[in-house]
């Protein structure tokens, strides 16, 4: 009988670079939800860690680079696509299918409220965030496009009215759940639902000119 060979353990030093890492990304967390992403440094990141600079160079090499491996660990991406997926699915989108949808948008936003700010410090001054903001905007543009609207619109022009519909919804969201702007919670879900769905139904009807 063949003797099953058990995996092989971490080493000690290997556990110790796991916990300094996750205590890194833990202060830089706290860091960023805290004072946004522009006026931290590696020093206040560091000194929240219990840590020195020296450390800190040896898992990131930049503020951006930590940054980006605090979105990776809370998932944020992947909170944002199932999301995105759940209104894809929608089977008769209506505009209380849509509101009840934007609602679950709105709890997601409230979720993550101190670190969309700092995300959104970041991709105004980071070149290195230029090309992930850009795919997210893909990503959600595809799934905002909704073709059971519309099935025979032009692509470009569905594409256009699902990006105009999601920085549309963006926007609100930011200024209502993290700049405080007060909107009330029924009415802004209401007005979006209604907004995308006359939007999404518009495209490609044709004009009083094509009529």
Known sequence: MVKAT?????????????????????????????????????????????AGRGTFYLYFDSKAAVFQAVLEKLGIREQYQALLARLAAIEAPDVDALEAWFG?????????RAFHRAFHQAQAVEPAFTDIVLQYLA??????????????????????????????????????????LQIDRAKALRVLAEQLHAALHGVGAPSAAES
């Open 6 to 50: 058990a995996a092989p353990r971490r080493s000690l030093r290997e556990a110790r670079k796991e916990l300094t890492r996750e205590a890194l990304l833990d202060a830089a967390r706290a860091a960023f939800e805290e004072n946004g992403y522009v006026t931290v440094t590696v020093d206040d990141i560091v000194r929240r860690a219990g």
């Open 104 to 112: 679950e948008y709105a709890d997601l936003y409230l979720k993550n």
């Open 139 to 180: 990503e959600a543009v595809r799934q905002w496009s909704l073709p059971a609207f519309a099935a025979d619109a032009g692509s470009e022009e569905l594409r256009l009215t699902a990006l105009a519909n999601y920085v549309m919804a963006e926007g609100i969201m930011h200024l209502w759940l993290v700049h405080g």
